[in-house]
Structures are given as C-alpha cells and as structure tokens.
C-alpha cells in the first residue's frame, strides 16, 4: 500500500505571497490532517478534514487555509507569508481520524522557506 | 493549561543496553497515548498506541506502560542498536478529542 504522498517536496517563497501545499492519503482513508514542525515550537495541528469537511481546526490565524476533494486528497494553503512561516508542513492520514483511537500516518513533507 | 513534556536533552547510551524515555502530561484524560519515532527530514513513523486501561503494552523490543495516576508514560527500547538512533514524540488528544498535541520528543542517540 502507497504511503501518504507530500508534494513539493521543498518550495521558496518571498514574503507576502501565497503557496499551496498537496497531500495524496493512503488509499481508503478518509481524515487528512495537517501539522507544522519548527524547531521552537515543535508539532502543531493545524487542521483536520473528513470526508470533505474541516472537522477540527487547531489555533492558527486565518491565513491557514486547507480543503479535501472527493478522493479525499487535501491540499493546504497560506496566504500573506511571513519569516515566521518557515517550517515543516506534515501532512498524515488515518481511517477514523481524531477521536477515533487510530494512529497518525505521516507523509515527509514539504519544507517552506521564506525569504 | 494541557502540557505535554518529554526530556528534551538528548539521551545518549551504549549498544546493547535498555533506552528508557518519558512522556510526561498534565491537564489531560487521555483515552490513549501514541508513540512516534522520527528521523531527520522525514515524517514521523507510528509505532505504539496504548489505551487508558491498558498498562503495558509491548512490540518486539519495544514497550510502552501508561500510568494515568502519575500522568506518565515510559517508552523502552531494549537490546538498543544504533539503527534506534532518532527523536521519539510521544502524542496525545485533548479532552474533546478533537486535537492531537505532540510532546517536544526526546533525541536518542545509540553509540556502537
């Protein structure tokens, strides 16, 4: 079985513009959820969607964006970006998601630059 | 406030030898508590999920006890080899089960 599939793999951008970042699950299931990594800050959620709808959402500003599409891959977007946007970006699937007693299958993600 | 804490001065031992590292939390019920290991660049990897009336759960060389009185959890790699060399998250949900928030991880470090 395919793993969860991030891509870009790496992406630069400048302050202030936009970036959308993808997100293949594995086949069959049906939360996608999205994390940032920094070193300072470690793992934080971002958000979650189920079949289609956000279903939880973490506490990050409006510039955080995401969506799901009907074979349930997701891609996430952040507009206006900032230095401090730098990060991982995780993307990870599980059958259930949140609540649900399953595990998180992360993908390697997508590292954002911003200069 | 919910804190989740693990050691975050990395934990350097022998080959061969147990790894013991420890997840810490306060302000939480947690039904479950999840284990990850990750390596440099790369995501991270699931590798154990222990429910609140479970207190031992063990995958070959790996065991994990939960102990929801002392708010703790112990994560054992035994016979450790260099290959165990990684960060180790420890996870949990918050009480509406509707957020997984991550530990900082503790970094293992296996010397030959």
């Known amino acids: 079985k395919a793993g969860v599939t991030q891509t870009p793999r790496y992406l630069i951008k400048t302050r202030g513009q936009q970036v959308t970042l993808s997100c293949s699950p594995i086949?069959?299931?049906?939360?996608v959820s999205w994390y940032q990594q920094t070193p300072g800050q470690g793992l934080q959620f971002l958000f979650e969607?189920?079949?289609?709808?956000?279903?939880n959402k973490g506490n990050f500003p409006g510039r955080f964006s995401g969506r799901q599409f009907s074979n349930s891959r997701s891609e996430m977007n952040v507009s206006t970006l900032e230095l401090g946007d730098s990060a991982l970006y995780l993307c990870?699937?599980?059958?259930?998601?949140?609540?649900?007693?399953?595990?998180?299958?992360f993908g390697d993600g997508t590292r954002l630059s911003i200069l | 406030s919910q804190k989740i804490e693990q050691n975050s001065e990395a934990l350097n031992i022998q080959e061969g030898k147990t790894a013991t590292l420890t997840c810490n939390y306060t302000?939480?019920?947690?039904?479950?508590l999840q284990w990850y290991r990750q390596d440099p660049g790369r995501g991270p990897v699931f590798l154990l999920l222990?429910?609140?009336?479970?207190k031992e759960k063990r995958k070959e060389r790996l065991k994990v006890t939960f102990d929801t009185t002392l708010k703790q959890s112990l994560f054992h790699i035994t016979a450790s080899q260099p290959a165990d060399s990684a960060t180790y998250l420890c996870?949990?949900?918050?009480?509406?089960?509707?957020?997984?928030?991550f530990g900082g991880g503790t970094r293992l470090m296996v010397k030959p």
């Open positions: 990870a699937s599980s059958l259930g998601g949140l609540g649900s007693n399953q595990p998180q299958h």
């Open positions: 086949s069959g299931h049906r939360s």
């Open positions: 969607y189920f079949s289609e709808t956000q279903r």
């Open positions: 302000n939480y019920s947690p039904a479950y």
């Open positions: 222990i429910r609140e009336n479970e």
């Open positions: 996870a949990l949900e918050n009480n509406a089960g509707n957020m997984l928030t």
